[in-house]
């Protein structure tokens, strides 16, 4: 007996990516796809699939501007504000900052708040 007798012939194909995606650029893509048979008069279906790009952290945070010139007036008290600063990533996923002061600060006379970025 033929082992494929009674049983409905099948073809697999995979669709692959051909370059690197980027979620930035396109959150997803619809395609379209044609399944097409050898008949002397063709027939095909089709069905749609939806490609959903998944986001990676692959955007450094940024702020408004590389350098800040803030100033405080002498005898200020201390706690008095000298700056907020505020950073933004090109990440589609929702991201969130740790500040910290990393030089200029040996005798640690300035503070920051490592999650709101206010000194
Ligand atoms: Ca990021
Ligand atoms: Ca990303």
Same mark, same amino acid.
């Given at each position: 007996?033929?082992?494929?007798?009674?049983?409905?012939?099948?073809?697999?194909?995979?669709?692959?990516?051909? %370059? %690197?995606?980027? %979620?930035?650029?396109?959150?997803?893509?619809?395609?379209?796809?044609?399944?097409?048979?050898?008949?002397?008069?063709?027939?095909?279906?089709?069905?749609?699939?939806?490609?959903?790009?998944?986001?990676?952290?692959?955007?450094?945070?940024?702020?408004?501007?590389? %350098?800040?010139?803030?100033?405080?007036?002498?005898? =200020?008290?201390?706690?008095?504000?000298?700056?907020?600063?505020?950073?933004?990533?090109?990440?589609?996923?929702?991201?969130?900052?740790?500040?910290?002061?990393?030089?200029?600060?040996?005798?640690?006379?300035?503070?920051?708040?490592?999650?709101?970025? =206010?000194?």
């Amino acid at each position: 007996m033929d082992e494929h007798e009674g049983t409905r012939e099948s073809c697999r194909r995979n669709i692959r990516t051909k %370059v %690197v995606l980027d %979620v930035e650029t396109k959150r997803g893509y619809w395609l379209t796809v044609y399944a097409q048979d050898h008949g002397v008069v063709p027939l095909s279906s089709s069905l749609q699939v939806y490609v959903e790009v998944l986001d990676e952290n692959d955007n450094t945070p940024l702020t408004e501007l590389p %350098v800040y010139y803030p100033s405080v007036p002498e005898n =200020s008290p201390a706690g008095v504000s000298v700056l907020q600063i505020r950073a933004f990533d090109h990440d589609v996923s929702p991201q969130q900052f740790v500040f910290t002061i990393s030089s200029g600060n040996p005798e640690g006379y300035f503070l920051i708040n490592s999650t709101t970025g =206010s000194g």
